[in-house]
């Protein structure tokens, strides 16, 4: 079919595979089981789930082999390359690690020693920055006009695939995380392997893309909402199996509704095309109205790799990645303890994840798209919303220290938002400053730091204070046994927001170079 060979479908399939490829944010569910089968301390649990946080950073491959493969336009018939053989590698490092987590958590094979879990951890981690890659980089190609609101959508789906595989959590497996763990090595494969070969970038750009992009943001916020309100249903008055089958059917179905955005923009289009007399070849700008042209968005001045590690703008991205999304990963991957810790009911602890991505989902749809808009319209430069984010961050460790009634909702909520935030703004951010030829492999290498960030505030931070304040069966209950931790990762966050803000000085005059020079184009 035509329509099959469009960016509206490309990104409505990037849609439904995100929206079931967020596993690592449920590490909460099966955590504890981990814990118990494998005899581990929390310093040992932190140590592997580190693993999994290094693997989904640690992206260089994946853009590598995205630049190799699929940088050419993928909408010109060649099927042995595009974004599709990306996501392809990422879909079997899921099936390994998966399947090997699921089999060491349930019995089925002795339980490995610590570095062979890690190992595996990793592979069920580093999927993540192939499914990324292909997909972040294909809807900034693709939408590059608003970039921020496309790549929102993206990243958001993401952070809210922890919400909706949590459903699939109490619908399918009945509370049994061994069974979850099956369910993830399964299930989601198929998805994949099915909407994989839709995934494609087209390198153009067409008047009108706000009008739709505005359509599937609506659509997200209705499916955000309606997830919330099947959250709350749940932990306040629960639900009996037969409603939750009925409310995840409809859930299944709003997800299936971007598709008729999909045809509508389509077909708007192909109007507009087949009424263009001659082809143009002029390029938009980021704060003019778009012209009726279709233009090529492929640049000549493209740093790599090499080159962005050698400015400043990268180290500054990188010390605050550091400090904020090192923080935010500690506190997802320690977020059940947390709330164990304060003896909160096993409903309440699956609330928590799940609220966790809609929080999520939020800070990177709203990063996303207030950026594009104070952009289009103010010249704001990206990097004044990550100062934001952390200091938002900041506040919400500061309130999960307090260990007051409520706390943890509350701080987990400012944390979420400030954590998915960061997922919208740096990808954009990347393509502005060092272009988007070496993009992936350029993100990924300033991703680095948050699995760093990570393990210092996992292991060195929460691992390391948690275990000294425990009992010797490495128990702990109060909220004495995390303050010190968030307010150490308090403080981090204020610096990295300082840090960004010395980035903010620097984009102004940079932004308005490439406003200038765009215009120019």
């Known amino acids: 079919m035509e329509i099959a060979n469009t960016k509206w479908v490309a990104a409505t399939a990037s849609m439904w595979i995100d929206s079931?490829?967020?596993?690592?944010?449920?590490?909460?569910?099966?955590?504890?089981?981990?814990?118990?089968?494998?005899?581990?301390?929390?310093?040992?649990?932190?140590?592997?789930?580190?693993?999994?946080?290094?693997?989904?950073?640690?992206?260089?491959?994946?853009?590598?082999?995205?630049?190799?493969?699929?940088?050419?336009?993928?909408?010109?018939?060649?099927?042995?390359?595009?974004?599709?053989?990306?996501?392809?590698?990422?879909?079997?490092?899921?099936?390994?690690?998966?399947?090997?987590?699921?089999?060491?958590?349930?019995?089925?094979?002795?339980?490995?020693?610590?570095?062979?879990?890690?190992?595996?951890?990793?592979?069920?981690?580093?999927?993540?920055?192939?499914?990324n890659t292909a997909i972040v980089v294909t809807a900034i190609r693709n939408f590059s006009d608003y970039g921020g609101t496309a790549v929102g959508i993206m990243k958001g789906y993401l952070g809210l695939s922890g919400a909706i595989l949590v459903q699939m959590y109490h619908i399918f497996c009945e509370g049994d995380p061994a069974n979850y763990l099956l369910l993830l090595a399964?299930?989601?494969?198929?998805?994949?392997?099915?909407?994989?070969?839709?995934?494609?970038?087209?390198?153009?750009?067409?008047?009108?893309?706000?009008?739709?992009?505005?359509?599937?943001?609506?659509?997200?916020?209705?499916?955000?909402?309606?997830?919330?309100?099947?959250?709350?249903?749940?932990?306040?008055?629960?639900?009996?199996?037969?409603?939750?089958?009925?409310?995840?059917?409809?859930?299944?179905?709003?997800?299936?509704?971007?598709?008729?955005?999909?045809?509508?923009?389509?077909?708007?289009?192909?109007?507009?095309?087949?009424?263009l007399d001659f082809p143009v070849t002029e390029r938009s700008t980021l704060l003019d109205t778009p012209k009726p042209n279709v233009v090529d968005v492929v640049t000549t001045n493209d740093m790599n790799v090499l080159e962005a590690i050698c400015t400043i703008n990268f180290w500054l991205l990188f010390?605050?990645?550091?400090c904020g999304m090192g923080s935010g990963l500690a506190t997802i991957n320690n977020i059940r303890q947390v709330g164990e810790s304060l003896r909160y009911s096993t409903v309440q602890l699956n609330s928590l994840v799940s609220l966790w991505s809609i929080w999520s989902f939020l800070g990177r749809f709203g990063a996303g798209y207030i950026s594009d808009a104070y952009l289009h319209s103010h010249g704001w430069p990206r990097p004044a919303f990550i100062t934001i984010s952390l200091v938002i961050m900041a506040l919400g460790h500061i309130v999960m220290a307090s260990g007051l009634l409520g706390s943890l909702y509350i701080g987990s909520l400012l944390v979420g938002l400030a954590y998915g935030s960061q997922w919208a703004l740096m990808p954009t951010i990347t393509s502005e400053i060092f272009e988007i030829l070496h993009m992936g492999t350029i993100f990924y290498t300033i991703w680095i730091a948050s699995p760093v960030g990570s393990y210092i505030f996992s292991v060195k931070v929460i691992g390391y204070f948690y275990d000294k304040v425990a009992s010797e069966d490495h128990s702990c209950y109060g909220s004495h046994c995390f303050r010190t931790s968030f307010v150490i990762m308090a403080v981090m966050s204020v610096l990295g927001s300082l840090i960004s803000f010395v980035l903010f000085l620097r984009a102004k005059k940079f932004y308005a170079t490439l406003v200038a020079k765009r215009i120019l184009k």
């Open 20 to 131: 079931f490829i967020g596993a690592s944010y449920t590490f909460g569910i099966y955590s504890s089981l981990l814990k118990s089968s494998q005899s581990y301390d929390q310093s040992t649990l932190n140590t592997v789930s580190v693993y999994k946080d290094i693997g989904a950073n640690a992206g260089i491959l994946s853009g590598l082999f995205y630049t190799a493969v699929a940088n050419g336009r993928s909408g010109n018939g060649r099927f042995f390359s595009g974004p599709w053989l990306v996501i392809f590698v990422g879909l079997l490092q899921w099936l390994v690690g998966y399947g090997f987590i699921w089999m060491a958590a349930s019995g089925v094979i002795e339980p490995p020693p610590v570095a062979v879990m890690c190992l595996f951890m990793f592979f069920a981690g580093h999927c993540q920055p192939f499914f």
């Open 186 to 275: 399964v299930v989601p494969s198929i998805f994949i392997l099915t909407m994989m070969p839709f995934v494609r970038a087209y390198d153009t750009v067409i008047p009108g893309h706000k009008k739709y992009l505005n359509g599937l943001s609506s659509i997200s916020l209705i499916v955000v909402t309606y997830l919330m309100v099947v959250i709350l249903v749940e932990n306040v008055i629960g639900m009996p199996r037969s409603m939750k089958i009925c409310s995840f059917t409809l859930l299944v179905l709003l997800l299936a509704s971007p598709l008729l955005v999909a045809v509508r923009a389509h077909n708007e289009e192909k109007e507009r095309l087949l009424s």
């Open 319 to 322: 010390l605050a990645m550091i």
